[in-house]
């Protein structure tokens, strides 16, 4: 079973507010992955990690940034939150070797902007 | 084109029955796929992983790898309603950043 946490599981805040979603993963994995899933829709890619100090853009535009100072460490912050940033956030890591290649997720954050 | 194709169902089958969910990908330079399950309000569960052309069979599913028809499935047999939730075909290439890219999922309902 995957060791990976995200907090808060659920998030109401208001316009203009800044926030950060944690995701820690406790396997070592070097890889680390944010996802955005609005409901009932498919999951996109928004940002990824290889290691600390090695950050990307995903596929989809995003407004928010991710920082990796410690292997387990992934948090996402968003410096002024707006309602088309309601969704849900899922975080996921993996050891991604020549071999295997699972990706494990978190629980999500499911964030809404009144 | 989308890179990951799923029918978005629902499939509806009987309790005790066998579903198949079925998967198309569009680049052929893709080497590992994965089936999720993910419920409702829920985060995706890997369930299947497969790396090579045939099957592979875990407990009550089977993953079926088609390279060259770029098609993989998944089979549940004896299906449950336990089962009913939304299974995602996700996709990673090994070159580059090794991200998954889903398709949008078939939902089944596995009747009582």
């Known amino acids: 079973e995957a060791d990976i946490y995200q907090t808060p599981r659920y998030l109401v805040i208001g316009t203009g507010k800044k926030i950060t979603l944690e995701c820690s993963q406790t396997?070592?994995?070097?890889?680390m992955y944010w996802y955005q899933q609005d409901p009932g829709m498919e999951l996109h890619l928004i940002h990824y990690s290889y290691g600390v100090n090695s950050t990307e853009k995903g596929d989809l535009s995003s407004e928010s940034t991710v920082s990796r100072i410690r292997t387990e460490h992934f948090p996402l912050t968003l410096e002024s939150a707006r309602p088309s940033h309601t969704s849900q956030y899922l975080c996921a890591s993996t050891e991604s070797s020549e071999v295997r290649d699972e990706q494990f997720f978190g629980p999500g954050t499911r964030l809404t902007v009144l | 084109q989308k890179e990951v194709e799923q029918n978005s169902g629902p499939l509806s089958v009987p309790e005790g029955a066998i579903a198949s969910l079925n998967c198309t990908y569009s680049?052929?330079?893709?080497?590992?796929f994965f089936w999720y399950r993910q419920y409702s309000g829920k985060s995706p569960e890997l369930i299947m992983s497969i790396y090579s052309n045939g099957d592979k069979e875990d407990g009550r599913f089977t993953a079926q790898l088609n390279k060259a028809s770029q098609y993989v499935s998944l089979l549940i047999r004896d299906s449950q309603p336990s089962d009913s939730a939304t299974y995602l075909c996700?996709?990673?290439?090994?070159?580059?950043?090794?991200?998954?890219?889903f398709g949008s999922g078939t939902r089944l309902q596995v009747q009582p």
């Open positions: 680049d052929r330079v893709s080497q590992s």
């Open positions: 996700a996709v990673t290439k090994y070159t580059g950043r090794r991200a998954l890219t």
């Open positions: 396997m070592g994995h070097d890889k």
